[in-house]
């Protein structure tokens, strides 16, 4: 406090010598320069050694101490990915890093890909995080839509870019999907509706039909539960049908023409490499549905449905993967509803890029998500009933398919595998299959 109230009088003293100097004076304005440098040179070796009032003192013992010692299934329990991982991810958004600068040293890079995944992992307040950290909550805000900005600008070029689809990569979905008993299937067509809070003048768009407020991403995803394609951002009030008509998936399907270049004759019928979807969507030669539901079924129907629902079982996978992994989208996301769109989007690719590497999601976040689950309830599909608008040439897909797929001996009519509550109970085993290229595992176990 001296130190100060001497350097106040010093100050003052420069001030009124200042004041004594007329316009006209020789030299005045250099004189005036050389005591303001004086002043400044005065107060830069006075307070060298002290910090400024606007950086306040945090703790920072969690990341720099605790995460360091961690072993690996604590690391990835705080993290949601293993250690080795987190490396190769600090490799790709090096684009985070910021300089440092004369006021203070900049947040490292491996500190800001930390902050932004255990934002994206724990349901926590960004008040609780920034204590953890040893950051401000502001930071927190900041750094999480920069990481995802970064992730989705970087990853997802790399591990979500399947469009256009060239004729490879639909041989190898078709033969994937044929591996869980679908021919010509290429993935898997799907909603899910992600907790959102609206401002009040949109609250009305975004309140879906279970009282609650939420956006939908709709997903194309492949038989290893990764996904094709992504669209996020409509409001919960809207059916995944309405959503997938105005898409830009439904164009690029019709503008492929490799789609029908991979062709199979299935008794007689051309199938073209289609996707296959619920009760909710229409029926065409892109997008096969269940038959809908009735007390007399023939035998070639309920194959169908069966395969049809095994197979589409990936994309509610997918979904239950990317909200266990990432609790921040699986209890509702609290940000802004414009940066909303970013962090989900930026969770997809970073599924995807994952899943290339092999980090499995803990059995354990697939049971607290049960549980969250268990407590909300969702949307009911709204059924597509009549498909005039379809033609003949969809049912006459499904019919071909329905034939063939009873005829590889896929049920047993003399067994009753294939009535309703048998064939329900028969989804809930746990199954899993490996493809050859990468020795992938798909766990197929019902999450929901």
Not at 180 to 196: K, M, N, R
Not at 245 to 256: A, D, I, P, V
Request: aromatic letters at 10%; one cysteine or more.
């Amino acid at each position: 406090m001296e130190k100060k109230n001497k350097f106040v009088k010093k100050l003052i003293i420069s001030r009124r010598r200042l004041a004594s100097f007329t316009l006209f004076e020789k030299d005045s304005c250099d004189v005036r320069k050389l005591l303001t440098l004086v002043n400044a040179l005065e107060f830069h070796t006075l307070y060298e050694s002290e910090r400024l009032c606007w950086q306040r003192f945090r703790s920072q013992y969690f990341w720099e101490i605790d995460c360091q010692k961690a072993d690996e299934k604590c690391f990835k329990n705080n993290f949601r990915v293993s250690r080795e991982v987190f490396n190769k991810l600090c490799e790709l958004l090096n684009g985070l890093q910021k300089s440092n600068t004369n006021m203070r040293e900049a947040i490292p890079l491996e500190k800001r890909v930390a902050i932004g995944l255990y934002t994206l992992g724990s349901s926590a307040e960004y008040r609780t995080i920034a204590n953890m950290f040893g950051v401000g909550k502001s930071t927190v805000c900041k750094i999480l839509l920069q990481f995802c900005n970064e992730v989705w600008r970087i990853l997802a070029p790399i591990y979500l870019k399947n469009f256009p689809l060239t004729r490879e990569k639909i041989e190898v979905l078709c033969q994937e999907f044929e591996m869980l008993g679908f021919p010509q299937c290429i993935g898997a067509l799907d909603g899910c509706h992600i907790e959102v809070h609206p401002s009040k003048e949109d609250a009305t768009d975004y309140y879906n039909y279970k009282g609650w407020y939420s956006v939908v991403l709709l997903a194309l995803v492949d038989a290893r539960c990764r996904f094709i394609y992504v669209s996020c951002g409509s409001p919960g009030r809207c059916n995944d049908s309405q959503i997938f008509e105005g898409s830009s998936l439904k164009q690029q399907l019709n503008e492929c023409s490799h789609l029908k270049e991979v062709k199979r004759n299935i008794l007689g019928v051309e199938v073209p490499a289609l996707i296959i979807g619920d009760s909710a969507f229409k029926l065409s030669d892109k997008l096969m549905k269940p038959y809908p539901f009735q007390l007399s079924q023939n035998l070639e129907q309920k194959c169908f449905n069966y395969a049809l629902s095994k197979s589409r079982r990936v994309v509610e996978n997918a979904f239950g993967h990317l909200k266990a992994r990432f609790r921040r989208i699986g209890k509702g996301i609290d940000n802004a509803l414009k940066y909303a769109n970013a962090v989900i989007l930026s969770c997809c690719a970073l599924h995807n890029f994952l899943s290339e590497h092999n980090d499995v999601v803990n059995d354990k976040w697939l049971k607290a998500l049960q549980s969250v689950e268990a407590n909300r309830s969702y949307p009911e599909e709204i059924i597509i009933l009549a498909d005039q608008s379809s033609g003949h040439n969809g049912e006459e897909i499904r019919n071909a398919i329905s034939i063939y797929l009873s005829q590889k001996n896929c049920c047993n009519e003399e067994d009753n595998l294939y009535n309703i509550d048998e064939a329900n109970s028969f989804l809930n085993v746990e199954e899993e299959y490996t493809f050859p290229s990468g020795e992938t595992v798909c766990n197929f176990q019902d999450i929901n």
